[in-house]
């Protein structure tokens, strides 16, 4: 999962590309980079690290042009600590090119061997990304032939991208003096939009993995890119857009809407905050099966994506809305942490129950997911340390049972606290007195119907069917194996069991 920008303009892009990503800052803290470019050639700083530590002045003032892209990392595959591997990616021919990706490709290993040995291109990391850009980079050779560059032979690169690569992909890519290109795989399965603004020297066009990135940066949101296609804008700001596979069908992640994205962008459509309201509607009569709305005295989201959930519950049940956790933003992320030990401490320090909002009652939490149980067996046992009578647990989503394949790092499914377990079962390993998941169909109904473009939902995690096709057993495994390494020396849990909070 990753955050990806890319601005062409009559003005100098670097400021905006900054505050593009902080605005994408959730989808990504491990790593952050932008490329700009200047005549025909490339400026590039990237490193580990947040943005806000990426880039200091010195930074910044030698990231000159008019043209730039730029990413911010949460790596799934490949090795978070090498630097080498964080984005955009350059190669220098044809003509030059950079790239950022958000995504991740399920045949990158046989890519990788296909390009050493045919196309006699060396890939120098793990990265998946890095083979993203060498197919492209042949594919767009093969059309150009050493001849001067159209947009029609962006479009003919694009086709043939689509045809070798399969998994999920938005990109966004720079040709040394021709202009900016984007484009998004055939499902849609990671989001990318495009957008416009004006400055005193004229027009900007912006793409971006999240509306929000456009709007917080006073551009205009004009669309989301299509499954499956291609837009070129030439260096004077002109769009050139093309459907560039052969057969496509829009089926966005849901897991972008249930937790990933800010709740206030807009995705194919669909707004992320209504959608998670839309799923607190449909829990509520999940809860009301399970435990009566008499029996529970408060309801108390766990921060932060769970609160329109827990919030539109509460409304529906009559049953009184509370904050009773404060979350200290100045903690460090808990996946990261070395060890279950210091893991389990970690969640103390960055949330405190409020005691007066527990005491001597029966308390419903919800959440937006659970993903392993180790946070939310800590958290109901704070609830109950607090005083609550008895602790409910809700969860907006339904289990998470299957890995993500397609950019979301997802545990093995032996880590997974919903794999082969019953309900009843998860609820004795979290310690609740009561649990309740959404169900897999009414979460695709909640968000589904508001749009009618949505064919469908990448919902693999939850249904454990992989749109792509080509996912089997063995391909898991393969691909458990190629996990992200974050540490020098091993001895950092690198499992990523827990995910960013996107309001962080």
């Known amino acids: 999962m990753c955050g ?41 700083h990237k490193a580990k690290g947040m943005v806000k530590d990426v880039f200091r002045t010195r930074n910044m003032r030698a990231l000159p042009g008019n043209v730039g892209l730029g990413q911010v990392r949460y790596p799934t595959a490949g090795n978070a600590y090498s630097e080498d591997e964080a984005q955009p990616f350059y190669v220098n021919a044809p003509f030059g090119l950079v ?15 296909e390009l050493f040995n045919t196309d006699h291109r060396h890939i120098n990391t793990e990265s998946d990304s890095e083979v993203l850009l060498n197919v492209l980079a042949h594919e767009l050779e093969k059309t150009t032939r050493g001849l001067s560059l159209t947009p029609a032979d962006v479009f003919a690169a694009v086709r043939g991208v689509h045809k070798r690569i ?59 890119i299509e499954p499956g296609e291609a837009v070129f804008v030439d260096l004077n700001g002109v769009v050139h857009a093309q459907q560039c596979a052969e057969k496509t069908e829009l089926k966005p992640c849901i897991f972008e809407f249930v937790y990933l994205a800010r709740p206030d962008s807009v995705l194919d459509g669909i707004s992320v905050y209504q959608a998670r309201l839309n799923l607190g509607e449909t829990l509520a009569k999940r809860v009301i099966s399970t435990v009566p709305p008499n029996e529970i005295d408060v309801i108390i989201p766990i921060p932060e994506s769970s609160r329109p959930s827990a919030s539109q519950l509460a ?14 933003r100045y ?48 958290i109901v ?116 069991l827990a995910l960013p909070n996107p309001q962080e």
């Open 331 to 378: 903690v460090g992320r808990t996946f990261i942490m070395p060890g279950q030990g210091v893991r389990k401490k970690s969640v103390r320090q960055k949330l405190n129950a409020i005691a007066s909002e527990f005491k001597g009652r029966n308390v419903l939490l919800v959440d937006d997911s659970i993903v392993r149980g180790t946070t939310s067996r800590e």
């Open 166 to 224: 399969k998994g999920s992909y938005a990109v966004v890519a720079l040709i040394a003096g021709h202009g900016m290109l984007a484009f998004r795989d055939p499902f849609g399965i990671r989001p990318l939009c495009i957008g416009h603004g004006e400055n005193e020297a004229g027009l900007t066009v912006m793409v971006a993995s999240e509306s929000v990135a456009l709007e917080g940066t006073l551009h205009q949101l004009d669309r989301d």
């Open 99 to 113: 790239l950022s990706h958000n995504g991740n490709l399920t045949n990158a290993a046989e890519l990788k061997t």
């Open 315 to 328: 409304h529906l049940l009559g049953i009184p809305y509370r904050e009773g956790f404060v979350k200290n």
């Open 381 to 496: 046992q704070m609830a109950r340390d607090a005083g609550a009578k008895k602790v409910y647990l809700a969860s907006a989503a339904p289990p998470v049972r299957f890995p993500n394949v397609y950019g979301i790092d997802m545990p093995t499914p032996n880590e997974l606290v919903a794999h082969d377990r019953t309900v009843e079962e998860i609820r004795q390993v979290i310690g609740c007195d009561a649990l309740i998941y959404q169900d897999v169909e009414g979460m695709k109904r909640a968000i589904g119907s508001l749009s009618k473009k949505i064919n469908g939902f990448d919902a693999s995690c939850f249904d454990g069917v992989y749109i792509t096709g080509d996912i089997t057993v063995e391909t898991i495994a393969k691909m458990n194996a190629q996990r992200v390494d974050s540490s020098e020396d091993g001895d950092v849990d690198v499992s990523r």
């Open 4 to 44: 990806i920008v890319g601005v062409v303009s009559k003005a100098p892009v670097n400021q905006l590309i900054y505050d593009g990503l902080l605005l994408l800052q959730h989808r990504g803290q491990d790593a952050a980079g932008i490329v700009t470019q200047q005549g025909h050639k490339f400026y590039m």
